[in-house]
Nanobody, 120 residues
Protein backbone atom coordinates (compact mmCIF):
# COMPACT_ATOMS: atom_id res chain seq x y z
CA UNK A 1 0.00 0.00 0.00
CA UNK A 2 1.49 3.30 -1.11
CA UNK A 3 1.21 6.15 1.34
CA UNK A 4 2.08 9.82 0.84
CA UNK A 5 2.49 12.39 3.59
CA UNK A 6 2.94 16.13 3.11
CA UNK A 7 4.96 18.18 5.58
CA UNK A 8 6.00 21.80 5.86
CA UNK A 9 5.07 25.14 7.38
CA UNK A 10 1.41 26.03 7.60
CA UNK A 11 2.03 29.77 7.44
CA UNK A 12 4.19 31.64 4.95
CA UNK A 13 4.65 35.39 4.62
CA UNK A 14 3.99 37.17 1.34
CA UNK A 15 6.97 37.33 -1.04
CA UNK A 16 8.62 34.36 0.69
CA UNK A 17 9.08 30.85 -0.68
CA UNK A 18 6.68 28.08 0.21
CA UNK A 19 8.44 24.74 0.75
CA UNK A 20 6.70 21.40 1.19
CA UNK A 21 7.96 17.83 1.24
CA UNK A 22 6.11 14.65 0.39
CA UNK A 23 7.38 11.46 1.99
CA UNK A 24 6.42 8.30 0.15
CA UNK A 25 6.23 4.84 1.70
CA UNK A 26 5.23 1.50 0.23
CA UNK A 27 6.79 2.25 -3.14
CA UNK A 28 9.80 3.95 -4.69
CA UNK A 29 9.58 7.31 -6.45
CA UNK A 30 12.00 5.94 -9.05
CA UNK A 31 9.75 3.06 -10.10
CA UNK A 32 8.71 3.14 -13.76
CA UNK A 33 6.39 4.70 -14.96
CA UNK A 34 4.98 6.75 -12.12
CA UNK A 35 4.80 10.52 -11.88
CA UNK A 36 4.73 12.36 -8.58
CA UNK A 37 2.59 15.46 -8.53
CA UNK A 38 1.75 18.49 -6.48
CA UNK A 39 -1.86 19.65 -6.59
CA UNK A 40 -3.54 22.43 -4.65
CA UNK A 41 -7.05 23.58 -3.84
CA UNK A 42 -7.64 27.20 -2.88
CA UNK A 43 -10.61 27.88 -0.61
CA UNK A 44 -13.86 27.67 -2.55
CA UNK A 45 -12.13 26.64 -5.77
CA UNK A 46 -11.31 23.45 -7.63
CA UNK A 47 -8.16 21.39 -7.76
CA UNK A 48 -5.17 22.87 -9.58
CA UNK A 49 -2.35 20.71 -10.85
CA UNK A 50 0.96 22.47 -10.18
CA UNK A 51 3.58 20.14 -11.55
CA UNK A 52 5.10 16.69 -11.48
CA UNK A 53 8.34 14.82 -11.20
CA UNK A 54 8.72 11.74 -13.34
CA UNK A 55 10.22 8.46 -12.16
CA UNK A 56 13.42 9.17 -14.12
CA UNK A 57 13.74 12.72 -12.79
CA UNK A 58 12.14 14.88 -15.49
CA UNK A 59 10.06 17.86 -14.40
CA UNK A 60 6.73 19.07 -15.74
CA UNK A 61 5.08 22.30 -14.62
CA UNK A 62 1.81 24.08 -15.07
CA UNK A 63 2.40 26.95 -17.50
CA UNK A 64 0.69 29.39 -15.16
CA UNK A 65 3.03 28.52 -12.28
CA UNK A 66 6.19 27.49 -14.09
CA UNK A 67 8.12 30.67 -13.38
CA UNK A 68 7.65 30.27 -9.62
CA UNK A 69 7.66 26.48 -9.15
CA UNK A 70 10.40 23.96 -8.59
CA UNK A 71 10.00 20.28 -7.80
CA UNK A 72 12.95 18.20 -6.67
CA UNK A 73 13.57 14.83 -5.09
CA UNK A 74 15.75 13.01 -2.57
CA UNK A 75 15.82 9.40 -3.66
CA UNK A 76 17.74 8.32 -0.55
CA UNK A 77 14.78 9.43 1.55
CA UNK A 78 12.11 8.58 -1.03
CA UNK A 79 10.85 12.16 -0.87
CA UNK A 80 9.96 14.84 -3.36
CA UNK A 81 9.59 18.51 -2.61
CA UNK A 82 7.81 21.61 -3.84
CA UNK A 83 9.10 25.13 -3.76
CA UNK A 84 6.83 28.01 -4.78
CA UNK A 85 8.49 31.39 -4.76
CA UNK A 86 7.15 34.92 -4.36
CA UNK A 87 3.93 33.78 -2.76
CA UNK A 88 0.88 35.99 -2.33
CA UNK A 89 -2.36 35.45 -0.40
CA UNK A 90 -3.77 33.92 -3.59
CA UNK A 91 -1.44 30.97 -3.00
CA UNK A 92 -3.34 30.09 0.17
CA UNK A 93 -4.63 26.56 -0.36
CA UNK A 94 -4.64 22.97 0.74
CA UNK A 95 -1.62 21.39 -0.92
CA UNK A 96 -1.64 17.72 -1.88
CA UNK A 97 0.98 15.37 -3.18
CA UNK A 98 -0.25 12.51 -5.33
CA UNK A 99 0.94 9.66 -7.51
CA UNK A 100 -0.03 9.71 -11.16
CA UNK A 101 -0.11 6.15 -12.41
CA UNK A 102 0.67 6.91 -16.05
CA UNK A 103 1.44 10.58 -16.56
CA UNK A 104 -2.07 11.27 -17.85
CA UNK A 105 -3.68 12.50 -14.67
CA UNK A 106 -4.68 9.14 -13.26
CA UNK A 107 -4.06 9.91 -9.62
CA UNK A 108 -4.32 6.69 -7.65
CA UNK A 109 -2.76 7.67 -4.33
CA UNK A 110 -3.00 10.97 -2.48
CA UNK A 111 -1.61 12.49 0.66
CA UNK A 112 -4.06 13.83 3.19
CA UNK A 113 -3.26 17.41 2.25
CA UNK A 114 -1.75 20.24 4.22
CA UNK A 115 -3.16 23.73 4.69
CA UNK A 116 -0.80 26.55 3.77
CA UNK A 117 -1.84 30.12 4.51
CA UNK A 118 0.00 33.09 3.06
CA UNK A 119 -0.35 36.01 5.40
CA UNK A 120 1.75 38.62 7.10
Amino acid sequence: QVQLQESGPGLVKPSQTLSLTCTVSGGSITTSYYYWSWIRQPPGKGLEWMGALAYEGSNYYSPSLKSRTSISRDTSKNQFSLQLSSVTPEDTAVYYCARDANGWGTFDYWGQGTQVTVSS
